[in-house]
T-cell receptor
Framework: AQTVTQSQPEMSVQEAETVTLSCTYD???????LFWYKQPPSRQMILVIR??????QNATENRFSVNFQKAAKSFSLKISDSQLGDAAMYFC?????????????FGTGTLLAVQP | GAGVSQTPSNKVTEKGKYVELRCDPI?????LYWYRQSLGQGPEFLIY????????DSGLPNDRFFAVRPEGSVSTLKIQRTERGDSAVYLC?????????????FGDGTRLSIL
């Protein structure tokens, strides 16, 4: 069974600085998807970034980028030029490739605080 | 366009009661998912619909939980004989199709509290 581990329950960053959130996962599959979701207090999960495991190039979305290390099963999220609006719970998630189900498996989350 | 809509936003009920939670997906999305998020945890998968049929219900914890999607649009999650351990936020998500792990768009969730 696949698992996702986020070892940092809380992180803090100064506004305009850079922060990296860690995520490791376990799977025996060679193809899969990885995601970072943001959950503000409003509860709605918002997709931040998506990575296909068969692509070697790290995904980037504006100030958000990932460091995907397939052999190490590591998928960290880097937030550059942090803004107050980035404060939220961040979840790393694993999704299967192909097959009959598209369920996501989430980690336990990292609560990010942004200090002005 | 409108996002995923979940009603009610909050539901408080007594142990042993029956509850229904509703999810209205993004128009045109054929895939629909239910997740449960307990306090301090990440969402846990419950069930996945492709159209009207449940393609994967492996996450339903027991037979008190049931979900339907009769017309391939709105879905209802039903919980019988509720227990205090059922208290959680129930999240619904939809995606355009179920293939290629299309991005899932989430609603704001229903916070269920069992007294």
């Amino acid at each position: 069974a696949q698992t996702v581990t986020q070892s940092q329950p809380e992180m803090s960053v100064q506004e305009a600085e850079t922060v990296t959130l860690s995520c490791t996962y376990d799977t025996s599959e060679s193809d899969y998807y990885l995601f970072w979701y943001k959950q503000p207090p409003s509860r709605q999960m918002i997709l931040v970034i998506r990575q296909e495991a068969y692509k070697q190039q790290n995904a980037t979305e504006n100030r958000f980028s990932v460091n995907f290390q397939k052999a190490a099963k590591s998928f960290s999220l880097k937030i550059s030029d942090s803004q107050l609006g980035d404060a939220a719970m961040y979840f790393c998630a694993y999704g299967p490739y192909g097959g009959a189900t598209n369920k996501l498996i989430f980690g336990t989350g990292t609560l990010l605080a942004v200090q002005p | 366009g409108a996002g995923v809509s979940q009603t009610p936003s909050n539901k408080v009920t007594e142990k042993g009661k029956y509850v229904e939670l509703r999810c209205d997906p993004i128009s045109g999305h054929t895939a629909l998912y239910w997740y449960r998020q307990s306090l301090g945890q990440g969402p846990e998968f419950l069930i996945y619909f492709q159209g009207t049929g449940a393609a994967d219900d492996s996450g339903l914890p027991n037979d008190r939980f049931f979900a339907v999607r009769p017309e391939g649009s709105v879905s209802t999650l039903k919980i019988q004989r509720t227990e205090r351990g059922d208290s959680a936020v129930y999240l619904c998500a939809s995606s355009l199709t179920g293939g290629d792990n299309q991005p899932q768009h989430f609603g704001d969730g229903t916070r269920l509290s069992i007294l």
